[in-house]
């Protein structure tokens, strides 16, 4: 059960940095860390901002990750025990994961709304 403890932990580590980092605008667009939907990718703009939304749910999602991954060294558990903890902690980060997918989503189509009325007709 270490090695799950220590995936969870480094795979909270990672969406953290994932959500800091394309937050923050030092990760732009690229194929492998942020939130892949199509408003997020059809600007710079809208990349940054949308992650600017997310960044508090997917924080959440990386420390319930990470939480889990030291309560898997820490408390003695049986194993049975230790796959619930795993499966509510996995829950937790998805449900934050969904949530700020969401935020940063309608944040993307709320900024190339802006963007395509600026335009002129």
């Known amino acids: 059960m270490e090695i799950a403890g220590v995936v969870l932990v480094l795979a909270g580590i990672v969406i953290v940095w994932g959500a800091e980092a394309t937050a923050s605008g030092r990760l732009g667009i690229n194929g492998l860390i942020g939130l892949r939907f199509g408003a997020l990718l059809m600007s710079d703009r809208a990349w940054h901002l949308g992650h600017r939304a997310a960044r508090v749910p997917l924080d959440l999602a990386g420390a319930f990750l990470i939480l889990t991954g030291i309560l898997v060294f820490v408390l003695d558990l049986p194993e049975d025990a230790v796959g619930i903890l795993v499966i509510f902690g996995a829950i ?17 189509n709320r900024v190339l709304g802006e963007d395509d009325e600026s335009l002129p007709s």
Do not use: T
């Not at 998805?94 to 944040?107: D, H, K, P, Q, T």
């Open 92 to 108: 937790a980060a998805l449900a934050m994961i969904i949530l700020g997918s969401v935020l940063g989503s309608r944040e993307a």
